[in-house]
């Protein structure tokens, strides 16, 4: 048997699994084994931190000689990958709470303004990725999160992801939790998880009995309830569906050893990004969000300076240039860009099946639903990654309180390939950055 037929294609296909791409060898006769590797896919990653960054955050020039703000210096290794969008604004959000920097982030939707509802959401951009990108994969999208008392006063949801009836999508903060979705099998055989998903479709199956029987009874606002009711039932039956149709599949073997708990600060946010690197590597998922920890930073803060620590709100209000809240809250923006300069470099070093680099395949965003204030307008926006087609190294400035947060959402499904022409208010993508 010839070197070239020992190449199995289990083994081709663990390689492409765990992104592990093999160099160009003489002994296969000089043909490249890469170069008839399917083109590695789309991906798509949103990273929200809450309130509003410092003054320290935006720079003063624009174009591609703009000086780095004293809170992005961490990325300076890595112009050529990410660009400043200054002037974003978040047009329809203006009416929700002054705090909410989260919840309409990824939707842009205008939460009191439906008809007899207090508050109603509408579906996220990563939810419509979802749709088309999740497709060939375990997981449509992962929607992750910091503890309930580090995200805390963004917003209401639990993570950034609202579904397409404006239901918030439960979020993920047990890291060790999330690595046993990923790669563990819950200790149960096919045949108990099958008995298992049975026994929730039989659970659905009684509900939908139950919201039937008074369904014809109902005033016309209680009806939009129950049609809404069983719209939910059906996004649930959908999710089951697509846990059974995965169900005889083996989950990927783990790329990282199974996480440690207690973790916190940015020891907890970098385990985080490892798991999503993971996720991706494996092609578990092709859309993750995350709705980043803010309060187990700052306790690092105090640590580190001796300075005492303020809330993550109170830092926000800091009463002039020279307060201890305001230093706080320019340590807090450096190490919200340290931490993404450490997800690009570990993104870049992972090789793709055609040689490219998971950073090139990925487009990933940093930043908060809020400008210095708990203003709308001017919001923080980094974004990383992208490849070729994604022009970096600029800062992007736009029309200041006309261009509209959604034109990026546009354009990063776009450029992921989604079907769309439009997004939430958005009257038109990038195309400055996006050639």
Not at 99 to 123: C, S
Not at 329 to 358: H, N, P, Q, Y
């Amino acid at each position: 048997m010839n070197l070239k037929s020992k190449l199995s294609r289990r083994h081709l296909l663990r390689g492409a699994g765990a992104t592990v791409a093999l160099p160009l060898l003489e002994s296969f006769g000089g043909s490249s084994v890469l170069a008839a590797s399917p083109a590695p896919p789309k991906r798509l990653v949103f990273l929200n931190f809450g309130y509003g960054p410092s003054e320290a955050w935006y720079p003063t020039e624009t174009g591609a000689n703009f000086a780095l703000t004293e809170a992005m210096q961490p990325l300076a290794k890595l112009r050529d990958s990410f660009s400043v969008i200054s002037n974003l604004t978040n047009v329809k959000a203006s009416g929700v709470g002054a705090h909410w920097g989260a919840t309409t982030w990824l939707t842009g939707a205008d939460v009191r303004r439906t008809p007899g509802r207090e508050f109603h959401n509408a579906i996220s951009c990563d939810q419509v990725a979802a749709a088309h990108l999740g497709k060939e994969v375990r997981y449509a999208s992962l929607a992750l999160t910091g503890t309930e008392q580090d995200v805390t006063g963004a917003g209401p949801g639990t993570s950034l992801s609202w579904d397409e009836l404006g239901n918030p999508v439960q979020g993920i903060s047990d890291q060790v939790a999330l690595f046993s979705q990923l790669f563990g099998d819950g200790g149960m055989t096919p045949a108990e998880r099958r008995h298992h998903l049975n026994r929730h479709r039989s659970v659905l199956d009684a509900v939908r009995a139950d919201a039937k029987s008074v369904s014809g009874v109902v005033g016309t606002r209680d009806r939009e309830k129950v049609d809404e009711y069983f719209e939910l039932i059906r996004n649930i039956e959908k999710r089951i569906a697509r846990d059974e149709e995965w169900l005889e599949r083996p989950k990927p073997e783990a790329p990282i050893s199974e996480p440690v708990a207690g973790l916190q600060g940015t020891e907890r946010v970098e385990l985080m990004f490892d798991l999503m690197l993971a996720a991706l590597r494996t092609d578990s998922t092709r859309v993750i969000t995350y709705r980043m920890p803010t309060n187990s930073l700052l306790d690092e803060f105090e640590a580190e300076t001796g300075i005492r620590r303020v809330g993550a709100h109170p830092m926000t209000h800091f009463g002039g240039k020279d307060s201890d809240a305001y230093q706080q809250l320019v340590w807090r923006d450096r190490k919200i860009c340290s931490l993404f300069a450490t997800l690009l470099e570990k993104m870049k070093a992972v090789e793709e099946a055609d040689g490219s680099r998971l950073l090139d395949n990925t487009l990933v965003v940093m930043g908060s639903g809020l400008h210095t204030g708990h203003k709308r307008q001017n919001l923080p926006i980094l974004l990383g990654g992208g490849g070729a087609s994604v022009t970096h190294g600029s800062n992007y400035s736009y029309t200041a309180n006309e261009s509209r947060l959604a034109n990026l959402w546009l354009s990063m499904l776009k450029w992921s390939g989604c079907p769309v022409d439009s997004f939430a208010d958005s009257d038109g993508p990038l195309t400055e950055m996006f050639g």
